[in-house]
């Protein structure tokens, strides 16, 4: 695996290595020792799928309060994804940027997102199949999130008209853009 720290402080962009030959190919997506070479949590509570029948629906910006912050790695499987952070720690240099990774079955990157950032994605094709690994257990108590549309974070989303959940469209608003 080829870990590649994004813009914000954290969050790594993970390339597998695949090996082929006439079968197809071989990868690992995970290894406890090289994430912990890394400081990245090593220790999978759970793994959840998404699977998306429309190209353009929105999932996000999703995340989960203390002490029950979660860590994810996430690959898309399935179709493509167009994957968004937004860097939520207070105290952190990217306070309120985003970045943003398309995901797709063929290109095998993988998105590592610590705990204090939001998370989500549009889909890019329909049918589309999302796979998490989490490092913390669901906390419906703790379950929050961001509207994904909040100029305070200015995040480009590839497509227009969204296929968004009610839930999403709740979120707060969490205040004005920042300057600079």
Same mark, same amino acid.
């Given at each position: 695996?080829?870990?590649? #720290?994004?813009?914000? $402080? /954290?969050?790594?962009?993970? @390339? +597998?290595?695949?090996? *082929? @030959? #006439?079968?197809? +190919?071989?990868?690992?997506?995970?290894?406890?020792?090289?994430?912990?070479?890394?400081?990245?949590?090593? #220790?999978?509570?759970?793994?959840?799928?998404?699977?998306?029948? =429309? $190209?353009?629906? +929105?999932?996000?910006?999703?995340?989960?309060?203390?002490? $029950?912050? #979660?860590? $994810?790695?996430?690959?898309?499987?399935?179709? &493509?994804?167009y994957d968004v952070i937004v860097?939520?720690?207070?105290?952190?240099?990217?306070?309120?940027?985003?970045? &943003?990774?398309?995901?797709? *079955?063929?290109?095998? =990157?993988?998105?590592?997102?610590? *705990?204090?950032?939001?998370?989500?994605?549009?889909? +890019? &094709?329909?049918?589309?199949?999302?796979?998490?690994?989490?490092? *913390?257990?669901?906390?419906?108590?703790? &379950?929050?999130?961001?509207?994904?549309?909040?100029?305070?974070?200015?995040?480009?989303?590839?497509?227009?008209?969204?296929?968004?959940?009610?839930? @999403?469209?709740?979120?707060?608003?969490? /205040? =004005?853009?920042?300057?600079?």
């Amino acid at each position: 695996m080829i870990f590649a #720290e994004t813009l914000l $402080k /954290g969050a790594f962009v993970i @390339d +597998l290595q695949p090996m *082929e @030959d #006439e079968r197809g +190919l071989f990868a690992r997506s995970f290894c406890r020792d090289e994430f912990g070479r890394m400081g990245l949590k090593t #220790e999978v509570a759970q793994c959840n799928v998404s699977q998306n029948r =429309k $190209k353009g629906t +929105l999932r996000g910006m999703h995340f989960q309060l203390p002490p $029950k912050a #979660e860590a $994810k790695l996430v690959r898309c499987t399935r179709g &493509a994804v167009y994957d968004v952070i937004v860097d939520l720690r207070a105290d952190s240099g990217t306070y309120r940027r985003w970045t &943003a990774v398309e995901l797709t *079955e063929r290109n095998l =990157k993988m998105l590592y997102i610590p *705990e204090g950032m939001a998370h989500g994605f549009q889909t +890019l &094709a329909d049918d589309t199949e999302v796979f998490y690994q989490m490092f *913390e257990y669901y906390s419906p108590e703790h &379950a929050s999130g961001v509207r994904w549309d909040d100029p305070a974070f200015g995040i480009r989303w590839p497509l227009d008209n969204p296929v968004i959940s009610r839930k @999403d469209l709740s979120y707060p608003l969490v /205040g =004005k853009q920042p300057s600079g």
